[in-house]
């Protein structure tokens, strides 16, 4: 895995990309890995491509499932919402950490603070319990930084820079495309 391009960001922000490429590198079985924030936006993936993929997808019409980053927040908002709902319905405390295993492969979810996820994807070979290991070790060292700033930087840092030729852009006139992952 390559490091996703941290110029030009705080600190902190510079932190949290170094701990997920760590994350994804030190643990066999890792496909991929998203931070999502309590309203299901991604702030940070673990493949600097599929950072990309995420800002083409966010502003395209939606044709079918792509594997993207955004995809995968996707996923991990919704799950996360899911147990929370089902946590309050029991009455059983907060949500810690959800784990769905499947025939090919593996997604780990597990809070982080103030409504934020981490979602890991797995590959069917993965240790579940390295994997959980792992993630745990991330968001005690994550979870204290993730203010709210931060979370704005980082999803300022995949929004397209309009001043870039090569990104996509809207005109002020064009619609708002429909389908789109936001």
């Known amino acids: 895995m390559t490091?996703?391009?941290t110029v030009g960001l705080s600190m902190e922000a510079r932190?949290?990309?170094?701990?997920?490429?760590?994350?994804?590198?030190?643990?066999?079985?890792i496909e991929s890995v998203a931070v999502v924030s309590s309203d299901g936006l991604l702030l940070l993936s673990s493949d600097p491509g599929r950072n990309e993929e995420a800002r083409q997808v966010r502003d395209a019409p939606r044709k079918g499932p792509r594997g993207s980053a955004a995809d995968l927040a996707t996923v991990v908002s919704g799950?996360?919402?899911?147990?929370?709902?089902?946590?309050?319905?029991m009455d059983h405390g907060a949500v810690k950490h959800t784990m769905i295993t499947m025939d090919e492969g593996s997604l780990f979810v597990m809070s982080i603070s103030d409504g934020s996820l981490l979602g890991v994807h797995g590959a069917a070979d993965c240790d579940m319990s390295v994997v959980a290991y792992h993630m745990a070790l991330f968001v005690g060292r994550a979870g204290h930084v993730l203010?709210?700033?931060l979370r704005s930087e980082l999803r300022q840092s995949l929004e397209p820079d309009p001043s870039d030729p090569s990104e996509p852009s809207r005109s002020p006139e064009s619609p708002e495309p429909t389908g789109s992952a936001r």
């Not at 932190?15 to 079985?29: A, C, Q, Y």
């Not at 996360?80 to 319905?89: D, F, H, I, N």
């Open 3 to 5: 490091a996703p391009s």
């Open 79 to 89: 799950v996360g919402s899911l147990t929370v709902g089902a946590a309050r319905l």
């Open 147 to 149: 203010t709210p700033e």
């Open 15 to 29: 932190n949290l990309h170094w701990l997920l490429t760590n994350l994804v590198e030190e643990v066999p079985g």
